[in-house]
């Protein structure tokens, strides 16, 4: 079994768009992430759910929308997409928010043309 | 800015070699330290997590901390083809629940 999911694994859109990028864990787990890592392989925190909670919110901006319906789903909505925001995103889980190991979702690569 | 910092390679290892990755953090503060691999066009998985000084094994693999020096290093014993990844050297500094990623280290393991 997956245990942590993501869809869609690839999404291919067009400048202006809105689209969105779905994330669930089986793991049982308290805490949620997304990250988004560029072309040249750095992997960056974006947002952080705790059950339900925000608990990180970088200094993205406000075109990416996190939204977290129960602990087990973490879904991210971006508006208005710009060339800028391809890249590969990445949902990731923990146990808790603090010190905790994070496995990672298998990713999903977004090309703006 | 908190920071870890690697050397981003790449390391080219021949088979059956011990290949060492290196990792420096600026925060004082950071209390958890993790080691991910990552194939290419894969996403990163936790190999190995380390919390206090010292050197802790699993498998082929040993972590090393160094608190007083800001110092974590990953060895990997006896060297496989299939080990060839980037590794990702990730930093927990508990004050803002982040995990901070270091840039990563490709390591190539020639047969």
């Known amino acids: 079994d997956t245990a942590v999911s993501q869809t869609p694994k690839y999404l291919v859109t067009q400048m202006g768009n809105d689209k969105s990028i779905k994330c669930e864990q089986n793991l049982g787990h308290d805490t949620m992430y997304w990250y988004k890592q560029d072309s040249k392989k750095f992997l960056k925190i974006m947002f952080s759910y705790n059950n339900k909670e925000l608990i990180i919110n970088e200094t993205v901006p406000n075109r990416f929308s996190p939204k977290s319906p129960d602990k087990a789903h973490l879904n991210l909505h971006i508006n208005s997409l710009e060339l800028g925001d391809s890249a590969v995103y990445f949902c990731a889980s923990s146990q808790g928010p603090l010190n905790y190991e994070q496995y990672f979702g298998p990713g999903t690569r977004l090309t703006v043309t | ?111």
């Not at chain 2, 050397?7 to 209390?31: F, H, K, M, W």
């Not at chain 2, 894969?42 to 800001?70: H, V």
């Not at chain 2, 014993?77 to 280290?105: H, I």
């Open chain 2, 1 to 111: 800015q908190k920071e870890v910092e690697q050397n981003s390679g790449p390391l080219s290892v021949p088979e059956g070699a011990i290949a060492s990755l290196n990792c420096t953090y600026s925060d004082r503060g950071s209390q958890s330290f993790f080691w991910y691999r990552q194939y290419s066009g894969k996403s990163p998985e936790l190999i190995m997590f380390i919390y206090s000084n010292g050197d802790k094994e699993d498998g082929r693999f040993t972590a090393q901390l160094n608190k007083a020096s800001q110092y974590v290093s990953l060895l990997i014993r006896d060297s496989q083809p299939s080990d060839s990844a980037t590794y990702l050297c990730a930093v927990y500094g508990g004050s803002n629940y982040k995990l901070t990623f270091g840039k990563g280290t490709l390591l190539t393991v020639n047969p």
